[in-house]
Structure formats: structure tokens, C-alpha cells
């Protein structure tokens, strides 16, 4: 069974720093990956897509990371801003689906200005 | 493009009540997900439709939860009778068949059963 964790739960940083957010997987043998961001009482919004094969993808301030064979992914934000503030989710498909996807409990970070 | 409608965004019902929860999903998109969000267990899928038919139900916590998608533009999820225990805030998501498959979700409804 797929198990994701991510860490830190929170993590609190002061406007302009660059941070990571880190999420594991138990099963390497995953379809694709997704990073999402959720803000408070609102939905997800998918910020990052990363495919199996792939080893990375970027998106403005964001670059997202896949070590498939480590069951690591890292999501890093450049020059952070407090609009930045959200709960960030990593999901990952896998099992021999393309759609079943497995999601973190989230990373909170808090960008202070 | 509106992206995934969910109704209502709030719903608050007494034990023992029928509940039921819409969504929309995004034109042109032939998946559809049902999601469950708590703080204890996280996100967790309750079904999968792929063209209107149901493929994945495993999720479903027990025979009081039902979801029907009559057509490619309209799904449903019921609780009946609704329980405290099911008070959680419930997600609609869809996506296309594609290279990606990248999964859109909608705001969710917020369902606390008293």
C-alpha cells in the first residue's frame, strides 16, 4: 500500500527566502506525481505535474524534483511571498493506475513579510 | 472555463438526515473523482467514474454512501441517513484523457453533521 509523508508539517519562513518542501513515497512504482496547493477552506489548485520518466518541472518561482527510485520528490520556491502562504499537498498515482492518486497530510508554510 | 462546480459549498444537517452533494465537472473532461477530506485521514478517494460509468468504489466507507453520474456533465454523491462521523469537507475532481493526467478539482462542500 502507498504511503506518502511529508515534512515539515509547518514551516514558517520570513518574505524573500528560498525553501524546500519535502514528500517520500513507499512505492516506487509510481504513474506521475502532483504538488498542490490548498488555501484555507477553498480547493485544491495543482500547481506542478511530474511524470514518471521526468525529473523535474518548473513553473514561474516553483521547480519540483522527482527521484523516483528514492521515493523523494522536493518542491522548492524561489524568493517566497507571503501570498505564498498555503497548505501544499504531494500526491502520487500508482498501484498500476494512472488515476487513483495517494496525497501527504501537507506541509503549512507560513511566509511572514 | 468555470472549472469543477460543487453544491452547496456549506451544508449542515442533523443525524439521521439524507444528504446530497453535486458537482459539475469541467466541459470536455471524461473523469470524474470523488474525494473525501478529514483532518485525521487526510484526502482520500471514495469513487472514480471514467465516461459516466463507475470503475473504482473501493473508497466508499460503507452502503450509506452512494454517487451516480447520470451524464458527462452532472455527478452526485448521497449519504443516507448522514452520520457525525461523516462530517468532513467532500472534493469533486475531473480530468481528461491525456498525456498527463492531471487531475482539477473543485472548491469542495463542507459537510458537518450535528
Known amino acids: 500500500k502507498q504511503e506518502v509523508t511529508q515534512i515539515p508539517a509547518a514551516l514558517s519562513v520570513p518574505e524573500g527566502e528560498n525553501l524546500v518542501l519535502n514528500c517520500s513515497f513507499t512505492?516506487?512504482?509510481?504513474?506521475?506525481l502532483q504538488w498542490f496547493r490548498q488555501d484555507p477552506g477553498k480547493g485544491l489548485t495543482s500547481l506542478l505535474l511530474i511524470q514518471s520518466s521526468q525529473r523535474e518541472q518548473t513553473s514561474g518561482r516553483l521547480n519540483a524534483s522527482l527521484d523516483k527510485s528514492s521515493g523523494r520528490s522536493t518542491l522548492y520556491i524561489a524568493a517566497s511571498q507571503p501570498g505564498d502562504s498555503a497548505t501544499y499537498l504531494c500526491a502520487v498515482s500508482s498501484g498500476g493506475s494512472n488515476y487513483k492518486l495517494t496525497f501527504g497530510k501537507g506541509t503549512l508554510l507560513t511566509v511572514n513579510p | 472555463d468555470a472549472g469543477v462546480i460543487q453544491s452547496p459549498r456549506h451544508e449542515v444537517t442533523e443525524m439521521g438526515q439524507e444528504v446530497t452533494l453535486r458537482c459539475k465537472p469541467i466541459s470536455g473532461h471524461n473523469s470524474l473523482f470523488w474525494y473525501r477530506q478529514t483532518m485525521m485521514r487526510g484526502l482520500e478517494l471514495l469513487i472514480y467514474f471514467n465516461n459516466n460509468v463507475p470503475i473504482d468504489d473501493s473508497g466508499m466507507p460503507e452502503d450509506r454512501f452512494s454517487a451516480k453520474m447520470p451524464n458527462a456533465s452532472f455527478s452526485t454523491l448521497k449519504i443516507q441517513p448522514s452520520e457525525p462521523r461523516d462530517s468532513a469537507v467532500y472534493f469533486c475532481?475531473?480530468?481528461?484523457?491525456?498525456?498527463?493526467?492531471?487531475?482539477?478539482f473543485g472548491p469542495g462542500t463542507r459537510l458537518t453533521v450535528t
Open positions: 512505492d516506487s512504482a509510481i504513474y506521475n
Open positions: 475532481a475531473s480530468r481528461t484523457a491525456g498525456l498527463t493526467y492531471e487531475q482539477y
